[in-house]
């Protein structure tokens, strides 16, 4: 009953804009902080953009993808997206969004046990 789904993912060029939803299906959203994660074949699952619960006033953005990357929640819609501008090639990756319930910001993927599906997102030249 508890599921998350991520929904947005495509093929864009270098330079164009995507967003990503991630909605809540059998639960409140607005007490989990939720965060993105993407990740690579051979490589490790890394954080790019975090929001805390409730009011979600507090965010946390990667190196990589500050200042081009946006996140905001919906509590009412129960939906959180990231909103992805300026893309690059080394943006190519799944994409998965994920929740904690009572969670503060964290950008570690252990600290979190509700997974969506992922989506794909593909960059190209």
């Known amino acids: 009953q508890v599921q998350l789904v991520e929904s947005g993912g495509g093929l864009v060029h270098s330079g164009g804009s995507l967003r990503l939803s991630c909605a809540a299906s059998?639960?409140?959203?607005?007490?989990?902080?939720v965060g993105w994660f993407r990740q690579v074949p051979g490589k490790e699952r890394e954080g790019v953009s975090c929001i805390s619960s409730s009011s979600g006033n507090s965010t946390w953005f990667a190196d990589s993808v500050q200042g081009r990357f946006t996140i905001s929640r919906d509590n009412t819609k129960s939906t959180v997206w990231l909103q992805m501008n300026s893309l690059k090639p080394e943006d190519t990756a799944v994409y998965y969004c994920?929740?904690?319930?009572?969670?503060?910001?964290?950008?570690?993927?252990?600290?979190?046990?509700?997974w969506g599906q992922g989506t794909q997102v593909t960059v190209s030249s």
């Open positions: 059998g639960f409140s959203l607005a007490y989990y902080a």
């Open positions: 994920a929740g904690g319930r009572g969670l503060q910001l964290s950008e570690r993927n252990d600290d979190y046990d509700n």
